[in-house]
């Protein structure tokens, strides 16, 4: 198990999923292929050298930490149980498969102290739906006309996401939230 990193108060949070967001005081982890090929750097840059990748993906790598902890998060979350004040993810359930987002809210809960805070962040349908509505008023031009195509098949793939994981997690949030010590305050 890995040892995790605390304030000066000597509290511990942990941001899953963290990209290039990593706050210097937390756990970070992160299994993008920006974290994973970080390791190679000499790689990424005979890459960019024979033009596979651009200078601006390029960048991207020096965004990344070098304390992140590279962990795919199916494996579950490699601290031991109770590590953590707050537990914090954003924008990483919906790449999940319904199994794996699952099984990550029970390990997110696994490591939360008693008391602990979980702070889950997940697109807002609601603004998806005012992106599509803005779209229809858009003058009909190629340009607003792709845009518009493009405000559809996000706002539909999230429909559909939104449609098969709801269900899923108000069970899990009846098993596994309400009642359970240690959890004062759930929103949905």
């Not at 902890?69 to 707050?86: H, K, Q, S, Y």
């Not at 008391?115 to 607003?144: F, H, I, K, M, N």
């Not at 559809?152 to 009642?179: C, H, M, P, T, Y």
Request: proline share 4%.
């Amino acid at each position: 198990m890995k040892q995790p990193k605390c304030l000066a108060d000597g509290r511990a949070f942990i941001n899953l999923g963290c990209g290039h967001r990593a706050h210097p005081a937390w756990s970070n982890l992160d299994f993008s292929i920006y974290a994973r090929i970080k390791r190679h750097m000499a790689f990424v840059r005979w890459l960019k050298r024979i033009g596979i990748i651009s200078t601006a993906r390029f960048d991207q790598f020096a965004l990344i930490p070098e304390d992140v902890i590279v962990w795919d998060l199916r494996a579950g979350i490699p601290f031991e149980e109770g590590t953590f004040d707050l537990v914090y993810h954003s924008h990483l359930l919906e790449h999940m498969a319904h199994e794996d987002a699952l099984a990550l809210l029970h390990e997110c809960r696994r490591v939360l102290k008693r008391g602990g805070l979980l702070r889950v962040v997940v697109p807002d349908l609601e603004s998806w739906a005012r992106s599509y509505t803005a779209s229809l008023e858009l003058q009909p031009c190629c340009t607003s006309t792709r845009k518009h195509e493009q405000i559809v098949a996000d706002l539909l793939a999230q429909l559909s996401l939104f449609a098969r994981q709801i269900d899923q997690f108000r069970r899990f949030k009846r098993r596994n939230i309400e009642g359970s010590p240690g959890f004062v305050h759930f929103e949905l």
